[in-house]
T-cell receptor, first 116, second 114 residues
Framework: NAGVTQTPKFQVLKTGQSMTLQCAQDMNHNSMYWYRQDPGMGLRLIYYSASEGTTDKGEVPNGYNVSRLNKREFSLRLESAAPSQTSVYFC???????????????FGSGTRLTVV | SQQGEEDPQALSIQEGENATMNCSYKTSINNLQWYRQNSGRGLVHLILIRSNEREKHSGRLRVTLDTSKKSSSLLITASRAADTASYFCATDASSGGSNYKLTFGKGTLLTVNP
């Protein structure tokens, strides 16, 4: 099925460990995004990539790095995980959506990360 | 800081009543979108309204947009218990050139009592 695929769905890390969250979209979208959502909050933008080969910081980039590997894939890396990075992470892509009538976003189902 | 701010933060109504949620934002936008999120689940896109539109309908949903006041409202008519969820407004806007971002508000928690 077309859409945004995130892996893994769940992860528990110890403080100081590193990991990479993977995201892939098969809709040929140019722009991709990483968000985090903390309890009772809206989504906050970590990093985004307007097009292949470019990345930019969002609202909360500290402690993260990203790689736009190709047009399909956009990964998020935590080099040294901290308990404050416990959150649900969502990946998204953006392009013109005829059904919605303008540029819209397609979200993955999320990665629930716990750092202990 | 987040672009959109929803009001109220929480809303509790009886089944069959209408629910109205408001959203304010700060900068010029390309479009505004509303999403629903059930507890512990992912985001479901509800409706998108372009900056040159003033009102849009989809089933029991009605969205208005006032760009002069930088505000939007989402009306859910004849609410059902299954409408219980958090509702977020999100604005699609450029930070320069083709760099578009979707910025979310903190959401409104809607509870529909049977």
């Amino acid at each position: 099925n077309a859409g945004v695929t995130q892996t893994p769905k769940f992860q528990v890390l110890k403080t100081g460990q590193s990991m990479t969250l993977q995201c892939a979209q098969d809709m040929n979208h140019n722009s991709m995004y990483w968000y985090r959502q903390d309890p009772g909050m809206g989504l906050r933008l970590i990093y985004y990539s307007a097009s292949e080969g470019t990345t930019d910081k969002g609202e909360v980039p500290n402690g993260y790095n990203v790689s736009r590997l190709n047009k399909r894939e956009f990964s998020l890396r935590l080099e040294s995980a901290a308990p404050s990075q416990t959150s649900v992470y969502f990946c998204a892509s953006r392009d013109r959506d005829r059904e919605r009538g303008d540029y819209g976003y397609t979200f993955g189902s999320g990665t629930r990360l716990t750092v202990v | 800081s987040q672009q959109g701010e929803e009001d109220p933060q929480a809303l509790s109504i009886q089944e069959g009543e209408n629910a109205t949620m408001n959203c304010s934002y700060k900068t010029s936008i390309n479009n505004l979108q509303w999403y629903r999120q059930n507890s512990g689940r992912g985001l479901v896109h509800l409706i998108l309204i372009r900056s040159n539109e003033r009102e849009k309908h989809s089933g029991r949903l009605r969205v208005t947009l006032d760009t002069s006041k930088k505000s939007s409202s989402l009306l859910i008519t004849a609410s059902r218990a299954a409408d219980t969820a958090s509702y977020f407004c999100a604005t699609d806007a450029s930070s320069g050139g083709s760099n578009y971002k979707l910025t979310f508000g903190k959401g409104t928690l809607l509870t529909v009592n049977p």
